[in-house]
T-cell receptor
Framework: DQQVKQNSPSLSVQEGRISILNCDYT??????FLWYKKYPAEGPTFLIS?????DKNEDGRFTVFLNKSAKHLSLHIVPSQPGDSAVYFC????????????FGTGTLLAVQP | GAGVSQSPRYKVAKRGQDVALRCDPI?????LFWYQQALGQGPEFLTY????????KSGLPSDRFFAERPEGSVSTLKIQRTQQEDSAVYLC????????????FGQGTRLTVV
């Protein structure tokens, strides 16, 4: 049972335009949501997070929106740059004693020059 | 070190062989996680340590998988009698404390069982 879903395996956008990556989840008990970026042969690197009590968090070119009623979050990248080309993972933080992350399957973003 | 370090980067094992994967977390980080990432999938949680205590091993797929962190720093993930389905990238992550949301990942160990 996939608790965190990224239904788009890939996305292609032009440099300078907006990239929108989507993520859906099923468990309303998640405390935080995070986005990680992964280049080939490297580990995931943290990008941005949002608490479940917020609906928006912004950091430079990156903004994450959370719609709790729809159990949906999205990552907006504006403007997109070729260096943003990577796999983006949405992750939900399952609190309790562990703080473990539940990851989606990832979306491959290609930013065309 | 500056980041989470994992070794080896690549490991090829014959089916039935035992393997040991090492993780050096960021110095001072209390929390340490192991994740397994199969091809085309997202990382999946295996186990969690707080200092030397293994507080959650619910993600370990079988009793062939064993992890330890005896001194609360370096951790080893051991897989006994490897099977082909164990082929994956094994990622280690650490974070400063349990309440901190951001975890830092190592580059991973790619295990191929032939």
């Amino acid at each position: 049972d996939q608790q965190v879903k990224q239904n788009s395996p890939s996305l292609s956008v032009q440099e300078g335009r907006i990239s929108i990556l989507n993520c859906d989840y099923t468990n309303s008990m998640f405390d935080y949501f995070l986005w990680y970026k992964k280049y080939p042969a490297e580990g995931p690197t943290f990008l941005i997070s949002i608490s479940s009590i917020k609906d928006k968090n912004e950091d430079g070119r990156f903004t994450v929106f959370l719609n709790k009623s729809a159990k949906h979050l999205s990552l907006h990248i504006v403007p997109s740059q070729p260096g943003d080309s990577a796999v983006y993972f949405c992750a939900a933080l399952y609190g309790g004693a562990t703080n473990k992350l539940i990851f989606g399957t990832g979306t491959l973003l290609a930013v065309q020059p | 070190g500056a980041g989470v370090s994992q070794s080896p980067r690549y490991k090829v094992a014959k089916r039935g062989q035992d393997v040991a994967l090492r993780c050096d977390p960021i110095s001072g980080h209390v929390s340490l996680f192991w994740y397994q990432q199969a091809l085309g999938q997202g990382p999946e949680f295996l186990t969690y340590f707080q200092n030397e205590a293994q507080l959650d091993k619910s993600g370990l797929p079988s009793d062939r998988f064993f992890a330890e962190r005896p001194e609360g720093s370096v951790s080893t993930l051991k897989i006994q009698r490897t099977q082909q389905e164990d082929s994956a990238v094994y990622l280690c992550a650490s974070s400063l404390a349990r309440g901190v949301t951001e975890a830092f990942f190592g580059q991973g160990t790619r295990l191929t069982v032939v």
